[in-house]
Every structure is written in structure tokens, then in C-alpha cells.
């Protein structure tokens, strides 16, 4: 028992010790702030500022100086939280300056705080809301959603839905509201083999002929600039062209070049069905399901499937 004792006086003087360090650090780090900030450096103090809150989260002086950095960078609604806590821990320890502090710049800030409302269409289970990396209970009174001002990205998604996301600018003093809609569900095909190969058969065709119209109007607008009484290219190795001619040809040759690999990947793509569409096996009395998806690059257009088949 006696051991345990003194394992346990060792321990507690040694967390002691380590608390200590800690609001050392933090005071040398605030005094740092301080000349940073006495020297106009103010970018470079508030980093500081903010070193010596995370060194000790308690410290009343600090908390109200990281309040005030994020209250002029207009981080309005960060700005509102920190001197709350200022507020608190002041009233906790009895420092009625510091709370008078906070008390002063909470008054004349708070009405700056936009509020987000947010109404949901379809409510479901295991459903999640994320503002700019921060994650919110789906169920939160969104109407008293109090955030900074300036473009707010809002992303919602529940277990086997698609998730739905959209940025929101904010105006300081200003309220909004956004809907959800009812999240949509993933696009499947059951049956698998023999319904892509479909799929991948029309849908081929239709970039094949999508690929030849971009081919030909690339080759009628670039014989267009030979042709007429004043032509604005003529044709040589490489042929002659005026700025117009040099420009418009340019724009064919472009068109030329996607007419091609849209045709390119529509025949791969109706090859691909016709194996997939005649090599089937008879279809199991099982369902089994696929999701097709686009996919689309910049140099490629076509489809994909994904699954088992």
C-alpha cells in the first residue's frame, strides 16, 4: 500500500509539474503576442495568441485576444463563441474586468451573426450534416445555426443515399435558409450482363453518331475558308491563311479532334455491348444489381458499370 502511495504522490506531482510547464509556455507565448502586437505585427501576434491558448485553454487574457483576432478577420460567429467562454471562465473566477470585457463585445457583435435555417425534405436514419468540415447533428435546431460570414459549403448524406451538397454565401447580420431535398438513391440495373451490354450497344451508337456530325461540320467549316471570291485561306503545304482563316481552321481542327475521340469511344463502347449483349448466359433467377455510372474526362466520354456479372 505504502509503494502504491508514493507511485501514486510521484504520479500527481508529476502531472503537476507538466500543468505547470504548460501555463509557462503559455505565458512566455502570450508575452511574445503581446510585443508582436505592440510592434504591429497583428497577423503574427493572433498566430501567437492562439499558441498560447492551445498551451492553456483556461487562460482568460488569451481567450479574449483570440476572440478579438477572429472578430476583425470577420469571423463573427467564431468570434461570439470564444468571448462567451471569456465570459464564463471570468465569472468563474471571479474577474469582473475580464467579464466585463467579453460582456462589452458580446453586445455589440451578436446581431452581426448570420443564422443558417435549414429544412430537410425527407428525414432519415443515419443522416449527417457537415458545414465546412464541421459536423452537425441532422436533427439541430438549424434555424439558430449561427456561422461565420462568407461562403459556407453544406454537404448531407444518410446510408445508401447520394449525397447532396451546395455552397451558401453568407452576409454578416443577415439570416438564410436552404431546403434539402429528398436525397436520391444510386441508379442500379439488375440483371446484369445482358442489360449492359444494352446499354453499352445504344448508348455507343449514339457517340459514334454523336463523333461523325462533330467530324463532318469540323471539315465543312474548314473548307469554308477556301471557298468564296475572297477566301480567307488558301490551301498550299501548310496552307496560307489571314487571321480570321487562322483562327477559324484552328477552331475545326478542334472540333475535328473531339468529333474523333467521341466516335472512337462510341465504337469501343458498341463493341463492348455486342460481346457483353450476345455472349450473356441465360439470366439467374437471382437478382443481382449494377450501378452505371458516366465517365467523363477530359479527353473521354463513355460509361461505366460497376458490380458483379
Known sequence: MRSLWVVAFV???????????????????????QALKQAGKTADACKKYEEALAANKNAVGTVLNVAKCNEDAGKIATAVKLYE?????????????????????LGEIQGRVPHLAIAYTERLDGMKLVI????????????????????????????????????????????????VPALGKPVTVKKARRTVGKILTFSGA???????????????????????????????????????????TKTALFMGNVGTVVGITGV????????????????PTEERQLAVVPAVTNDSAGIAAVGRF
Open 206 to 248: 449514339g457517340l459514334a453518331v454523336t463523333g461523325l456530325v462533330l467530324g463532318y461540320l469540323a471539315n465543312d467549316k474548314y473548307e469554308d475558308q477556301f471557298r468564296g471570291g475572297l477566301p480567307d485561306c488558301m490551301k498550299g503545304d501548310p496552307p496560307l491563311c489571314n487571321a480570321k482563316g487562322n483562327g477559324e
Open 85 to 105: 467562454q471569456a465570459r464564463d471562465l471570468a465569472r468563474e473566477n471571479k474577474l469582473d474586468e475580464h467579464r466585463a470585457a467579453a460582456e462589452k463585445r
Open 132 to 179: 465546412d468540415d464541421v459536423v452537425y447533428p441532422s436533427d439541430i435546431n438549424a434555424s439558430a445555426l449561427p456561422l461565420d460570414p462568407g461562403s459556407r459549403h453544406l454537404v448531407v448524406t444518410a446510408p445508401g443515399r447520394l449525397p447532396y451538397s451546395t455552397d451558401v454565401v453568407l452576409v454578416e447580420g443577415k439570416d438564410k435558409s436552404v431546403t
Open 268 to 283: 469501343v463502347a458498341m463493341g463492348v455491348g455486342v460481346f457483353l449483349w450476345l455472349t450473356a448466359p441465360a439470366e
Open 11 to 33: 504520479a500527481a506531482l508529476s502531472a503537476q509539474a507538466y500543468a505547470e510547464d504548460d501555463h509557462a509556455l503559455a505565458d512566455k507565448l502570450f508575452e511574445e503576442a
